[in-house]
């Protein structure tokens, strides 16, 4: 017998804006102006976030913080194609991702404060916790996506991962499940080219990451990361496909971190700056802010007063962050179980009558009051 | 000798054990051009090239099952989990395979491999990377685990441990990679796997510990001195085995025995110690054995990790009820 070919494979990718904010007019958007504008001003909020943020952190003001510069398109974009009811799952560069889903910038300065107040979603919101093992949300987003099938609900599960959590065993067991038991999930490949130090070239032999889908049974897109109306259209089909029943995505969404790994990272020690400034070039806010200049629906005037608002509204979140205080040492202690067990409680009184004797020493501590439940 | 940090320590120990043994290699995330994110690997991929010093996909458990075979297949591998809190997702291969493999093949095949990992918190680090999880690992047959305290036991304990012709575990504290410093011989030498330091002499109470907390005890024994009691500190150095002789001559000398740690206490490697010197020591002790660690909570967010990972003011507190037991 001869070799013949028992399965192909090809990988799309999509793109529509060029890097002049040109729209390809062959593939139509279903986007309206106003959801428009609202990724636009949301993405430049959350690039003076960042850029807030940095500073807070070499001030001594923040923990070490991740940024999302250039990652702006693949971050916010993908949060406004889902419900609240859905499921959304990032990973630890997740802010740009629950800002969008409507959770205050004050609460991702305090979780990067080290502050366990800092996980609070908007009521109604289903978020899932920051996920800082990499990958490890991964099975975990298709049992979400399980139990919403399994419920008969229509909502789906939407994970980001990125490029570097691709090698990681969870990625390939999530995509076998979400495969075999054809789940309404949509994993958000955001290859961003660089896990810390190691270049995607060197993550992986395979020539995309989209591809790696079809050997699960699963459809593979790969999407130009930096093109807000290609994110939107992608997440879009894929939201609406897994509604229907039709099966999970996987999106592999190119696009670049233009900072460092984290305020801990020095970049400059790995990569080229010839790279970052080519890449510059495709900068997702540029390109989404020349298409609406194009289209007559944002000028100067306006950009200069979307600055103007945002830093106000940034310096008011920062002034809300640094407003909460320390935190009571208790609320280590609430909602560990159900019902807290005897070792807990005789371990919080410990901590209690520590924390009162310190008092009388030589802290000078008022308290604020214990959140959460116990026992 | 040279004064050395705990990072160039273990730098420095790494580099001389691939200088004299072409199969000693080092893989891990972003252990090469970017020299380790503690900087612990700096140099070694300019110096041994990219077979030896190896950048690797991300993917923890295949780093450790990877270097199951390199080591089987006759490398020395070095590998390095990054943060302690990756370390779970290795424990499929560390529980069922590296310490098994030796017996499994009536001693046919040897897993002589280590696996380098930084180790506990106090250093303002974001989730999940200011843990302390030796206990699932001392409590896996098959496996040796040290952790050293002093710039010139890492030195010693590394290449000790590649080395050793089983699998050994090496916590990094990190609280200690900069703030610990000391003279370190400049010549390879091995600090012994299995043998204890005596930090302080003292004849009241024996606190036991390792890693970071060995100094939070030398800092305890200190405030216990100006109240007049003598501290005797012992810096444990190995966890599996433990020095059972030198943990017994202690608990024997004085007849009070602290264990100082940063894990839960529940289940943790204090607990075992406690257990041994209870077993062993009964009627030379005048107090009950005691564990100071962390609560039996996951650790909190690091706003509150100076609450929750004991310091040298528990310790002292724990002491004096000992002492007035």
Partial sequence: MPLSTISESKTQRLEILGPDGKADPSIPVDISESELLDIYRKMVEMRLFDERAIKLQRQGRLGTYPQILGQEASQIVPPLCLKPSDWMVPTYRGQG??????????YSLLYWAGDDRGVHFPEGNKDMIFSIPVGTHLTQAAGLAWAAKLKKEDSIALAYVGDGSTSKGDFHEALTFAGQFRLPVIYLIENNHWAISVPRKKQSASTTLAEKASGYGIFGLQVDGNDALAVYQAVGSAVARARL?????????????????????????YRSAQEVEAWKKKDPITRLRKYLESRKLWNAQ?????KTESEAMIQAEIDAYESFGAPNPLNMFSDNYASAPWHLIEQRAQLEKLLKARKSQHEALELPPVEGRFP | MSELNLVQAVNQGLRQAMESDKRVMVLGEDVG?????FRVTEGLFKRFGPDRVVDTPLAELGIVGTSVGLAMGGMRPVCEIQFDGFLPATLDQVICHIGRIR?????????????????????????????????????????KVVCPS??????????????????????EPKALYRAAK????????????????????????????WGAMVHSCLKAANILNEEGISAEVLDLRTLTPLDIAAILATAEKTGRALIAHEAPNTGSWAAEISALISERALLKLQAPVRRVGSWDIRMPLFRLEKYYIPDAGRIVKAAQETLSF
């Fill in chain 2, 33 to 37: 051009i970017n020299g380790g994110v």
């Fill in chain 2, 150 to 171: 002093t710039p010139q036991d890492a030195k010693g304990l590394i290449i000790a441990a590649i080395n050793d012709p089983d699998p050994v575990v090496y916590f």
């Fill in chain 1, 302 to 306: 306006e950009e200069s007063k979307l």
């Fill in chain 2, 182 to 209: 000391g003279e370190v011989p400049d010549q390879p030498y091995e600090t012994p796997i299995g043998k204890a330091r005596l930090a302080r002499e003292g004849t009241d109470i024996s606190l036991i510990s």
């Fill in chain 2, 103 to 143: 017996n499994r093949s009536r001693g046919k095949y040897t897993v002589p491999m280590v696996l380098r990992s930084p180790h506990g918190g106090l250093i303002h680090a974001p989730e999940h990377h200011s843990e302390s999880p030796e206990a699932y690992l001392c409590h896996t047959p098959g496996i």
């Fill in chain 1, 245 to 269: 029943g039709l099966g999970p995505s996987v999106l592999e969404c190119e696009t670049y971190r233009l900072g460092h790994h984290t305020t801990a990272d020095d970049a400059t020690r």
């Fill in chain 1, 97 to 106: 991702a629950y800002y969008a889903r409507g959770m205050q910038l004050r």
